[in-house]
């Protein structure tokens, strides 16, 4: 039984590994099961990264939201022009 | 010449995504105006080339790339910024690494960067944030701005950067550091950020 702590004691990852992960953790890009486990085992685990992660994930989030933009009323209307 | 079909069908999908090719648009002209003209112009382009779209499925990301290209050789011309020498390295044959580019940075932009504050975010507006990412160099202001403000996977911001994912994901890394770096520097200029950690004596966490 405790070769199972041993094995995910092999398996941890630091900090640069985490850093270098992190975007495509935050973008939905870790498709890797394990890779996945390994990062959010590192999080649980580390202040720093932990924090790091939410910091990015507020960031993007408020960068999104104000990207956000609306085309106006009448760039719609010059857009359905074209297929005339 | 396209049929009814495919107009109605072309039709319904620039009402569709008008609002993010806009934002886009705005993104990386950072001028009403020139946003609209762009998107326009990259409208009527992919209009009279519908046919070359085999699968409709990549609508997004074809549009995303017949904008992207009409910028990179209409518009970005008329940009009074000048040019910003990043790094004098083709970045995709860099390693796949941000140890270099730790390695390379300040003392102080370390100091903050090895202590982040989640309520840093919350000081920092959103148009301080798209402002950060319009001053990035070209390579990675694709990625940034498709990703992370368009919110593309990295396959279809492959797709319209005509690179591989791979490098979007690099290009996500270093682009992605270097707005940290942007918005530290804003922050500092702001006073936001008021005081530096000391890092002479004490190294630990
Ligand atoms: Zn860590």
Redesign the pocket.
Known sequence: MSNKDDKTEAEEI??IE??NGLYQYLDGEMDDAETKQRFEH?LAH?K??YTRTEMEKLLTQRARDAGNKKASQALRERLQRVLD | MADEETKSWFSERIDEYADPLYGYSFQLTRNRTDAEDLVADAVSKAWSGVESLKDRRKFRSWIFRILHNCYVSNYRKKSVRPVEVSQNVAFDEITDDLTNFLTEQSDEFLAWWGTPEREFANKVLGEDILEAIEGLPDEFKGAVVLVTVEGLSYNEAAEVLEISSGTVHSRMKRGRMLLQKALWIHATEAGLITETPPKEMHNEQ
Do not use: F
């Open positions: 630091d900090c985490a850093i590192h580390c720093t990264c």
